[in-house]
Nanobody
Framework: QVQVTESGGGSVQSGGSLRLSCIAS????????MGWFRQSPGKEREGIAA???????SYAESVKGRFTISLDNAKNTLYLQMNSLKPEDSAMYYC??????????????????WGPGTQVTVSS
């Protein structure tokens, strides 16, 4: 099973930026669609961004135009650049070999390969 480790979270003010990183082992980037997900207290986990093996990206409406998913194969690292952050972006962020916004909530609930996540807190 793929193991992932996320990093790069932190506390920022509204309008600020953060870049999250994810390293997956074994390297599955060319095989799977990779996605970023987030979950805040009392809410279901949601897919917010995805990149497939061909480099095509997709985003949830809530982050479109503000977040950018990218992949550096040389560094074996998946990124999520987050700009113009809002308090409602505060959540624990996760990566996984799942196609982000296209994955139904039921499948997210069944998936058991989640990493530790990285916390993002945006203050107003």
């Amino acid at each position: 099973q793929v193991q992932v480790t996320e990093s790069g979270g932190g506390s920022v003010q509204s309008g600020g930026s953060l870049r999250l990183s994810c390293i997956a082992s074994p390297n599955t980037y060319s095989t799977y669609c990779m996605g970023w997900f987030r979950q805040s207290p009392g809410k279901e986990r949601e897919g917010i961004a995805a990149i497939d093996g061909g480099g095509a990206t997709s985003y949830a409406e809530s982050v479109k135009g503000r977040f950018t998913i990218s992949l550096d194969n040389a560094k074996n690292t998946l990124y999520l650049q987050m700009n113009s952050l809002k308090p409602e972006d505060s959540a624990m962020y996760y990566c996984a070999p799942l196609c982000g916004p296209h994955v139904p909530a039921s499948a997210l609930n069944e998936y058991d390969g989640w990493g530790p996540g990285t916390q993002v807190t945006v203050s107003s």
